[in-house]
């Protein structure tokens, strides 16, 4: 394949985690400005993936991302050009506060946008600049994924990688995250998604793949997929 | 009373040093989970390093202080780029393999470098030059000199710097950050292997400022000197937390006063059977008490499983 059709285009990716292969050979792609999502079970080979994309696991295949080979880049590379990871269990500094994680976030620019871009994010996340001298540790599990997203945020990326944002939270705080994740996807950020809640992940997203045990099982609009028997047997519970 | 007072001033002024070795100690451990043993032979090479510039330049004309800026210089450089070649040859490799093989490596690389000190400068005692003013003072009837001054205020002024250097700017914020998690730091696009580099650096920086400042304080320098030294601020951050850099520095200070209270009374405590030459068990009898009743050290969170 010469030219790359998306924004991200992954072909052919395996990942070998703890000796045990993760994924398999799955090949996806997100263009511009779309919203997707991965959704599978609990050790499908989701996370796996996503720490592939962010090259914190090493991989085999083919990662290109606006004309760049992830391979290429150190990890401490990709934010600089724009692709920036909320980890799964949020991954917040906890011994810093909530104002110099967002700081954090910034780190790797040097320009004048940054205290009107840390304005944009509390208008955002109002509850982060409430907290913001406080250590992040003492937030709540949804106060630090929102500080998660808002660290993002603070990276200017074009593409975000989310690992479970709603893992672990009440239900009426991952109503509010993924009210927030939809306003970021609004704002012209695309998003790779990768949920264990399949119901929520295909009401936000407008496509969507199934991993199953390392490999994509299905590749969709969102909309089909909920309507999918099996994935309506599999992971919406009917 | 006097004798109290004087035991505190000495205290403060060798705790000083020790803090500013504790340093060290404690923001390699903090950045990596590394115990650097070979951190107090940086230390003897920047009391040689400066002694080797500050001998020829003594008899010269030039006004003490400034041979001593120009020695402490040259330490303070030559210890940076020692610390960075440390790191770059004996401890990144080992970055990811278990965590006796570093720690071993440190042993292998103190002994290294006094064995290369003593190849370099003999074995014998180097004597260095009074090259700052060490006018006595008299204050409550205990003496302090303006050497032991000075070593407490550049010790305070140095300490200061770093917690600057270390909480407010973007350098140390990433620091902080790089202690915590470095692969989260690296989404931020923090480069570890370049944090984890200039921690080195600065911790050898203040170690060989602390190797001047003991060469200027006790007049002498050898190639062993480090060790003891080493040793004992090692036990220093370990008694204020390792990994915590107020920690060292108050456990710094608390131990010279320790030692330097423990030198002054055991005589009378002991009705004279030990003397002041059994000053340095003070040390590692703190050591001992705060691993049984501390083990995470005074100001330290939580314990540390790791080797």
Redesign the interface.
Known sequence: MSTDRGLLDVLNLEVNYGGIAAVKGISFIVETGEMVCLIGANGAGKTSTLKAL?R?LPARGEMRYGGAKLHEL???????KGL??V?EGR?V????TVA?NL???A??RSDEGITADLGRVFDLLPRLKERRTQLAGTLSGGEQQMLAIG?ALM?RPKLLLLDEPSMGLAPLMVQKVFEVIRTVAAQGVTILLVEQNAKLALEVCGRGYVMESGRITLADTAKNLAADPRVRVAYLGE | MDIFLQQIFNGLTLGSIYALVALGYTMVYGIMGLINFAHGEVVMIGALVALAVMAPLAGSGLPGPLVVLIGLAAAVLVCMALGATIERIAYRPLRNAPRLAPLITAIGVSIVLQQLAMLIWGRRYHSVPRLLPDAPHEIFGATITEVQILIMVVAALTMAGLMLLVNRTKMGRAMRATAESPAIAALMGVDANRIIMLTFVIGSGLGALAGVLVAANYGIAHYHMGFLLGLKAFTAAVLGGIGNLPGAMVGGLLLGVIEALGAGYIGDLTGGVLGSNYQDVFAFFVLIVVLIFRPSGLMGEKVAERA
Not at chain 1, 74 to 80: D, K
Not at chain 1, 93 to 96: D, H
């Open positions: 962010a914190m150190p990890a401490h590379a990709l934010i600089g920036a990871l980890p991954g500094f906890a011994r810093l110099e700081d954090m976030g780190y790797h660290r990276g």
